[in-house]
């Protein structure tokens, strides 16, 4: 659900529209507000409209409608450099020809900082992230992990009650990239920072932040902590981005004691969680994540309805076993079990049954 301002806010945005080409609107009626030391993430596919926000709150872009505030103020017509909010950006941005603490410097410098103050906010930002000893050396010296967390440093280093980070992590490999995740947000919650955080990169999303903002089609279409849009997803759309997830289309038959019963389009009839489905004869889509299906009946304690279901495929992961299966219809159904000494290894072409509790199983829209 999209959310609305108040007066407690630090970020605010308030109906706020954009628009390119004064036709065709790339962010659609935006509320959104944010408390201080927040670390929110904006969360998206490509053209969903989650970095166009990121840059009119930044001021590199002008909303068409509405306000954007901070603490309060509205900042529609403050220029970037007056804003005083820390950026960083996926190719760092770092000055070639600077050494690492120019690069830092020149911030406080533009700010009209003595010499003596610039060398002390210098040393703590580098320090910080434990690049300290690297003052003296150039951009083109330093690997890719270690200009990412110079590019994090000066950000940090004017102490911006804001920090705005577009895809910063995007360049680096795997490894790296996690250990910068962590690293990020233990320095932006020890600092007390309020981060606006831009990703494609659901696992990223989920593992750094506070809440995370789902973009789509200019919208937001839902603002959760994470656990919370994991397990209870609001739409198709957030259901299908956020982790893996089964889908399988059917008509609801009817709506009785806060269960939904759906016939599946094989004919198959599973007791679900109404989310946004009301009444009898309307089309869903059934979504249910591929760790809350059981194999073992015993753990479901006759709760649940069970269906058949053929083995596809059995794969080995180390500590997962994950088994494609066709189930009603659909040959993309993915169970994941924990690797453990109940596991039963299953052989394609097998016939299983398989179960799960109603209130893991939701009726989304079709």
């Known amino acids: 659900m999209p959310d609305t301002g108040n007066n407690d806010a630090f970020v605010a945005f308030e109906r706020v529209q954009k628009s390119y080409d004064g036709e065709i609107l790339v962010v659609k009626d935006l509320n959104l507000s944010m408390p201080k030391g927040e670390f929110l993430t904006m969360l998206g596919p490509s053209g969903s409209g989650k970095t166009t926000c990121l840059m009119m709150l930044a001021g590199f872009e002008t909303a068409t409608h509405g306000k954007i505030l901070l603490d309060g103020v509205s900042i529609n017509n403050i220029p970037p450099h007056k804003r005083g909010i820390g950026m960083v950006f996926q190719n760092y941005a770092l000055f070639p020809h600077m050494t690492i603490a120019e690069n830092l410097s020149f911030p406080l410098e533009v700010r009209k900082m003595g010499k003596s103050d610039r060398e002390a906010k210098v040393k703590r930002a580098l320090d910080m992230v434990e690049m300290g000893d690297f003052g003296g050396r150039r951009p083109a010296q330093l690997s890719g992990g270690q200009q990412q967390r110079v590019a994090l440093s000066r950000a940090l280093v004017f102490e911006p009650e804001l920090v705005l980070m577009d895809e910063p992590l995007g360049a680096l490999d795997k490894q ?17 920072i309020t981060t606006v955080y831009v990703t494609h990169d659901q696992t990223e999303a989920l593992t750094m932040s506070d809440r995370v903002a789902v973009f789509d089609d200019g919208r937001i279409q839902q603002i959760a902590p994470p656990d919370e849009l994991y397990e209870s997803p609001q739409n198709s759309f957030v259901a299908q981005f956020i982790g893996e997830n089964n889908t399988m289309e059917g008509t609801v038959k009817e709506i009785k004691g806060g ?20 009444k009898a004869g309307e089309r869903t889509k059934v979504s249910i994540r591929p760790e809350r299906v059981e194999f073992n009946q015993d753990r479901l304690q006759g709760k649940a309805h069970t269906l058949k279901a053929e083995v596809l495929e059995f794969i080995y992961m180390g500590d997962i076993f994950r088994t494609r299966l066709r189930v009603a219809g659909n040959d993309e159904f993915i169970v994941k079990t924990r690797n453990g000494p109940d596991q039963v290894k299953l052989k394609p072409g097998e016939t299983v049954e398989i179960g799960w509790l109603p209130e893991d199983c939701r009726a989304l829209d079709a």
């Not at 790296?176 to 007390?192: C, S, V």
């Not at 269960?259 to 009301?278: F, R």
């Open 176 to 192: 790296l990239r996690e250990k910068m995740q962590f690293e990020i947000t233990d320095l932006a919650h020890n600092l007390g």
């Open 259 to 278: 269960l939904a019963v759906v016939q599946l389009d094989d004919g198959s009839l599973i007791d679900c969680t109404p989310v946004n489905v009301t």
